[in-house]
């Protein structure tokens, strides 16, 4: 089931019973004080985050089942404060990761600092979550290991020689080197902030598994929504822009025209979507 609505994120967050959603990811707003023609960002004081945040995080807090986790995204601009706000609510003890999303893009001249190249990507727990084991290629594997039986002894072929294979993967890490979206790439759908589905596809694969349900209160471009929809997720979310919303609702009924579920295009028949309520 996907939903959908448009409207602020509190009135979403206030309708839903406690201890009810699987993982929590927000692309949240940055306190870059900018007019992103979509969205009006908040100023970067304390204050304006504090009043903005905490009875939101407060919220998330409450619908989030005891297993659950959360990933709140963000810049360097405030995530001490966020990190002091999550503390707060969430529970020093509950901290999991401070994830860095590396991404590489245009570079230009910075004269009083270096070029700033990453996301904050802040990992809590409500109290008692599991994740699940995602691996990564290595690009330049070098490292060879010793194959060895249950008894410790190297693994020999039929001549007698020792068996060694080479590691080429890893568990990921708390450090995410996933490209930035080009102007170019097809996944652009015109929105100024809009992420990787590389990128939350991983959040979703580690913290959630098929039919949970996911939620995202600052829903942008929907990509949390239509990577829920590609794997198997049910999902929630919100966001206050029409513009939004209405991105977000062309790319989840693309993605059921994907799919073949239907035979007609979903335009004007959303009626017969029974897990489709789009507000």
């Known amino acids: 089931m996907i939903t959908v609505k448009q409207c602020d994120n509190l009135e979403l967050m206030n309708s839903i019973p406690n201890n009810h959603i699987d993982l929590i990811y927000c692309d949240i707003l940055y306190g870059t004080g900018r007019n992103f023609d979509d969205y009006k960002d908040l100023k970067a004081s304390r204050k304006n985050i504090e009043e903005h945040y905490i009875p939101r995080i407060k ?11 959360i990933y709140l995204q963000m810049d ?12 707060d609510i969430f529970g020093y003890e509950n901290f999991r990761n401070e994830i860095i999303w590396s991404y590489k893009r245009w570079s230009s001249k910075v004269n009083n600092k270096f070029q700033s190249m990453h996301d904050v990507i802040l990992f809590y727990a409500k109290s008692n979550n599991k ?19 249950k008894f410790g002894n190297s693994i020999r072929d039929t001549n007698g020689k020792i068996i060694y294979y080479i590691q080429d993967e890893r568990c990921i890490d708390d450090v995410w080197v996933i490209p930035y979206l080009n102007p170019k790439s097809k996944e652009r759908v015109d929105y100024a902030t809009q992420k ?10 580690v913290s959630s598994n098929e039919n949970d ?42 993605e059921y025209e994907k799919t073949s579920l239907f035979n007609e295009p979903l335009s004007g028949v959303t009626n017969k979507i029974k897990y489709l309520d789009v507000a």
């Open 59 to 69: 919220e998330m807090y409450r619908i989030l089942k005891n297993s659950g986790s």
């Open 76 to 87: 360097t601009k405030i995530n001490h404060w966020m990190r002091i706000i999550l503390d």
């Open 131 to 149: 994740i699940n084991v995602i691996k990564e290629k290595i690009k330049t594997p070098k490292k060879y290991q010793n194959k060895k039986d």
């Open 196 to 205: 990787p589905k590389e990128l939350i596809e991983r959040i979703i694969k």
């Open 213 to 254: 349900l996911v939620g995202d209160f600052y829903l942008g471009s929907g990509t949390t929504a239509v990577v829920c929809k590609e794997l198997n997720r049910n999902f929630i979310g919100c966001d206050i822009s029409k513009k939004a919303i209405d991105i977000t609702n062309k790319r989840i009924q693309d």
